[in-house]
């Protein structure tokens, strides 16, 4: 599972890095006449998309992850929200659900 993990990383990140490489590199970039806020902006939402992914790879090849997830999901929803308001005698006390 972490192989998979560091390999979605890599792939994503990957396009941002070489973009900025490349814009380093270069002594007249192309980023740096035209499309650079589109190539910039383009290059960090692929990026960004690793941390979306990641929450489905965990799911889907950690057993530990799914298991955990599985017994505290039902936790999170019940009574419909994720904190519940007790009253016990003329206070009320603030319990998380977990």
């Known amino acids: 599972m972490v192989v998979v993990i560091a390999a979605t ?3 994503l990140w990957s396009p941002f890095y070489l ?3 490349i814009t380093q590199v270069q002594e007249e970039s192309f980023l740096l006449k035209q499309n650079f806020l589109f190539t910039m902006l383009s290059t960090h939402l692929i990026g960004f998309t690793n941390s979306a992914v990641n929450p489905f790879v965990y799911a889907l090849l950690g057993d530990k ?3 955990a997830f599985m017994v505290s999901a039902p936790n999170c929803f019940r009574d419909g929200g994720v904190v519940n308001f007790r009253k016990k005698s003329d206070t009320v006390k603030l319990e998380l659900l977990f």
Do not use: C, D, I, M
């Open 65 to 67: 992850f799914r298991t």
């Open 9 to 11: 990383f890599l792939l």
């Open 19 to 21: 973009v900025t490489f």
